[in-house]
């Protein structure tokens, strides 16, 4: 059974980067897609983008001047980085793996527990 | 980007009662439509995906159907446990997107 853990600072001071590691146990980081995805307190949730296990990765266009997303094998690491921050960008952020055949698209398997990230001066 | 519009927002039922939620998207994705089921302070989980395939571990209680643009979620006996929001989601095109969740409350 895979776990999925968030880690990083709960406060970022506005116009500053926000940055965030999520830790993989219990599997593998290849073959897999792996996801950020956010909720503003009390709203909806929100995909950010993922990171293959190869490197690639694919943003949603609204945040992707902002966003970079990377994956270390060796620490079966993946890590996203938010630049320029405001109080928007205030919200849980979740670590997500999604999973499939390759003549296939993926699709969300896993979830880590999320982590609360403020942008407050 | 492609919207995601569940219905209802939310809605009152009590423990043994069927329960359909539905999600309408607006334009056709053919099968590649996923639930979860989300709790108070916690994270999402993954219920099912490709519109009626159940996750691993996921009770038969939970049902999907649908295809295209109109897709239902069925929770045919209703328990304590399944009082949640419940959110769509679609994965045919990027960016993928979320339905805004329905609340089911106890009656």
């Known amino acids: 059974q895979v776990h999925l853990q968030e880690s990083g600072p709960g406060l970022v001071k506005p116009s500053e980067t926000l940055s965030l590691t999520c830790t993989v146990s219990g599997g593998s980081i290849s073959p897999y897609y792996w996801n950020w995805v956010r909720q503003p307190p009390g709203k909806e949730l929100e995909w950010i983008g993922y990171?293959?296990?190869?490197?690639?990765?694919n943003y949603n266009p609204s945040l992707k001047s902002r966003v970079t997303m990377s994956v270390d094998s060796s620490k079966n690491q993946f890590s996203l980085k938010l630049s320029s921050v405001t109080a928007a960008d205030t919200a849980v952020y979740y670590c997500?793996?999604?999973?499939?055949?390759?003549?296939?698209?993926?699709?969300?398997?896993?979830w880590g527990q999320g982590t609360l990230v403020t942008v407050s001066s | 980007d492609i919207q995601m519009t569940q219905s209802p927002s939310s809605l009152s039922a009590s423990v043994g009662d069927r329960v359909t939620i539905t999600c309408r998207a607006s334009q056709g994705i053919r099968h590649y439509l996923a639930w979860f089921q989300q709790k108070p302070g916690k994270a999402p989980k993954s219920l099912i995906y490709g519109a009626s395939s159940l996750q691993s571990g996921v009770p038969s209680k939970f049902s999907g159907s649908g295809s295209g643009t109109d897709f239902t979620l069925t929770i045919s006996s209703l328990q304590p446990e399944d009082f949640a929001t419940y959110y769509c989601q679609q994965y045919y095109t990027y960016p993928w997107t979320f339905g805004r969740g329905t609340k089911v409350e106890f009656k």
């Open positions: 990171v293959y296990h190869s490197g690639t990765t």
């Open positions: 997500a793996r999604a999973t499939g055949p390759k003549w296939d698209l993926p699709y969300f398997d896993s």
